[in-house]
């Protein structure tokens, strides 16, 4: 399955630490790869409908057409509020 950063969550990443980008990129990647990247996966209710753990960090994103459209990258204290 293919991943499509919105300019907002490139954004953030090209700001974040280099550690903290290479490690949000491969877990990115690993869910990604996987046959149901779903499963991994929590339902939330926002205008992006999933959202990926990655450490401390939240990845919210939309599934459309075989693609992992990540609209925003932010801490877990910001991604709720």
């Known amino acids: 399955m293919k991943i499509f950063l919105s300019y907002a969550a ?3 990443l090209e700001n974040a630490p280099a550690d903290l980008h290479a490690r949000i990129i491969e877990k990115l990647r690993f869910f990604a790869d996987q046959p149901d990247p779903l499963r991994f996966a929590e339902r939330i209710f926002d205008p992006l409908p999933y959202r990926f753990r990655v450490g401390g960090y939240r990845a919210k994103f939309k599934l459309k057409d ?3 459209h990540i609209g925003q990258i932010e801490r877990r204290d910001k991604a709720y509020k």
């Open 10 to 12: 490139q954004a953030w």
């Open 66 to 68: 075989g693609v992992i």
